[in-house]
T-cell receptor, first 113, second 117 residues
Framework: DAGITQSPRHKVTETGTPVTLRCHQT?????MYWYRQDPGHGLRLIHY???????DKGEVSDGYSVSRSKTEDFLLTLESATSSQTSVYFC????????????FGPGTRLTVL | KQEVTQIPAALSVPEGENLVLNCSFT??????LQWFRQDPGKGLTSLLL?????REQTSGRLNASLDKSSGRSTLYIAASQPGDSATYLC????????????????FGKGTKLSVIP
C-alpha cells in the first residue's frame, strides 16, 4: 500500500461537462499513472508522469489531459466528457528504480450520461 | 506493440486443489513481470514481482515463474481456499514512450478464479 487516495470515488456527470479526477500519494513516488478499466478491454494506460511537470501519453490518451504540479498529486481531466469515457479509473504509483512495484489506488467509478 | 494474454479467462476449482494460471507476452524486452489480485469493485493488490533476470518468486502459497525468452509466466496457487476467489492479472513492465527513465505496465485481461467450498 503506497498511501494512494483517489477523489471522488464515484461521480455521475452529463455529456459535455468537464471532469477532474485527483490522485494523491504520500510515499513520494516519482512515477504516477492513470489507467481505465473496462469489461473486455482490461486495464489500459491513459497518461503517466515520470516527474513533476513531466508527463506523457499512454495507449488511450485521446480526450484526456493530465497535470502534475507537485510530487504528491496527479490530476486527470476530461475536457468534455463523453459516454465512451464511462469507466473505472485507477491511479498507480511507482518508486524510482527499475525493479520497484506499481501500487494502485482504490479507483473512481465515473458514469457519463 | 506488447500484447499480454491470460488463459483461461475463468476457472472454477474445488477447495484444496493446486492450480496454475498462465500469462504470455509477445515482446521479451521487459524489465519485470507483476502479478496482481483484484477483488470485485476493488483496486489491484500486488502479489508478486519477478525481475527479468529471475526465474521465480515465492510468497506463501503463491509461486510465480518467468521464462522471458519464451514470453511466458505462470502463477501457481497451492491448496486453494475460497478466499483466493478473485481476478488475477499479470502485467509486464517495459520502457515507456518517453524512453529511458520512463516505465509502463501492459496488462492481460485477467483470469477470474472461483474456489468452491
Amino acid at each position: 500500500d503506497a498511501g494512494i487516495t483517489q477523489s471522488p470515488r464515484h461521480k455521475v456527470t452529463e455529456t459535455g461537462t468537464p471532469v477532474t479526477l485527483r490522485c494523491h500519494q504520500t510515499e513520494n513516488h516519482r512515477y504516477m499513472y492513470w489507467y481505465r478499466q473496462d469489461p473486455g478491454h482490461g486495464l489500459r494506460l491513459i497518461h503517466y508522469s515520470y516527474g513533476v511537470k513531466d508527463t506523457d501519453k499512454g495507449e488511450v490518451s485521446d480526450g484526456y489531459s493530465v497535470s502534475r504540479s507537485k510530487t504528491e498529486d496527479f490530476l486527470l481531466t476530461l475536457e468534455s466528457a463523453t459516454s465512451s469515457q464511462t469507466s473505472v479509473y485507477f491511479c498507480a504509483t511507482k518508486a524510482l528504480g527499475l525493479y520497484n512495484e506499481q501500487f494502485f489506488g482504490p479507483g473512481t467509478r465515473l458514469t457519463v450520461l | 506493440k506488447q500484447e499480454v494474454t491470460q488463459i483461461p479467462a475463468a476457472l472454477s476449482v474445488p477447495e484444496g486443489e493446486n492450480l496454475v494460471l498462465n500469462c504470455s507476452f509477445t515482446d521479451s524486452a521487459i524489465y519485470n513481470l507483476q502479478w496482481f489480485r483484484q477483488d470485485p469493485g476493488k483496486g489491484l493488490t500486488s502479489l508478486l514481482l519477478i525481475q527479468s533476470s529471475q526465474r521465480e518468486q515465492t510468497s506463501g502459497r503463491l509461486n510465480a515463474s518467468l521464462d522471458k525468452s519464451s514470453g511466458r509466466s505462470t502463477l501457481y496457487i497451492a491448496a486453494s481456499q475460497p478466499g483466493d476467489s478473485a481476478t488475477y492479472l499479470c502485467a509486464v513492465m517495459e520502457r515507456g514512450y518517453s524512453g529511458a527513465g520512463s516505465y509502463q505496465l501492459t496488462f492481460g485481461k485477467g483470469t477470474k478464479l472461483s474456489v468452491i467450498p
